[in-house]
């Protein structure tokens, strides 16, 4: 028989990735879903998740798994309270999992389970005030203060994606308008790509074979790869309202780093470059202050899962040790 196996699943807003995480944080098996959407029953996500979690362990027994999800999970980790890309409301996702799967189970919020695994295995190991971004379908984040993750009263700290930052601008999937995801995020990034299209010669019209709404964040992405300037725009723009929200941020919370994480970050220093300068601007006494470091998260799209996995293992093997 098969030693037992640490799982990480996160569930995203398009996307459920599974993954059998070792002890030095390796990814050594993955598994991947499309998530139903939003407008499902909860049923047919938890669905979509133990079908990747149980082709992920591929016939291992689980020791534990953990679950970072796009959403408000509340202070006993117990309940995501509201999902803005999911059908989740006031639901207790954990119990049903673990009673689904036999096996512990940890519910943590994705950005906040990304920073734990770049707290403890990424590029934020070895600091102690830490302010996390991870720019995805949406955009979430975690804080670590004097060497701990911070989740606030009701375990819902973080949330940075649905400060306000336009009174009236652009709707978002919460409920309200402005929220900084809807100009910061990779749904930001297709929009402010659609926007421009027609405005200049882009690959971006061969990309997404002249209809807009087919345009992906991928496709701004490869497009930026190779110089294209439509992308490139769309990019600094993006990466512009990214410092202008650290901005705030860094005011809040005084961090050593800030790491930002997620698929859209991928991009580098085309995203962070005019982050980074953005933050100096608007930052308040930025000439009187160290200003932190803005740097790549190191575990990339597999930190949710990477963290998940961590939390679990280390909540399970402290248990067995009291």
Known sequence: MTDPVWVGVDVGGTKVLAGVVDAQGRVTRTARRTTPG?????????????????????????????VAAAGFVDAAGERVRFAPHLPWLDEPVRSRLAARWGAPVRLENDATAATYGELVLGAARGYRHVVMVNLGTGLGGGIVIDGRLYRGHNGMA?????M?????????????????????????????ARAGLGSRPSMLEELCAGNAELLTGPMVSDAAAAGDLLARAAFAEVGEWLGVGLANLVAAFDPEVVV??????????????????????????????????????????????????ALVRDEVLADDEA
């Open 38 to 66: 939003r407008r499902v029953d909860a049923a047919m996500v938890e669905d979509a998740l133990t079908e990747a979690v149980v082709d992920a362990a591929d016939g291992s027994p689980l020791a534990g798994v953990g």
């Open 158 to 162: 973080g949330e940075f994606g649905h």
């Open 164 to 192: 306000q930052v336009v009174p009236g601008g652009a709707p978002c999937e919460c409920g309200s308008r402005g929220c900084w995801e809807q100009y910061c995020s990779g749904r930001a990034l297709e929009r402010v």
């Open 260 to 309: 930002v994480g997620g698929g859209v970050s991928e991009a580098g220093d085309r995203l962070l470059e005019p982050a980074r300068v953005a933050l100096e601007r608007s930052l308040v006494g930025a000439g009187h202050r160290e200003v932190p470091a803005v740097v790549p998260a190191r575990l990339g799209n597999a930190a949710g899962l990477i963290g998940a996995a």
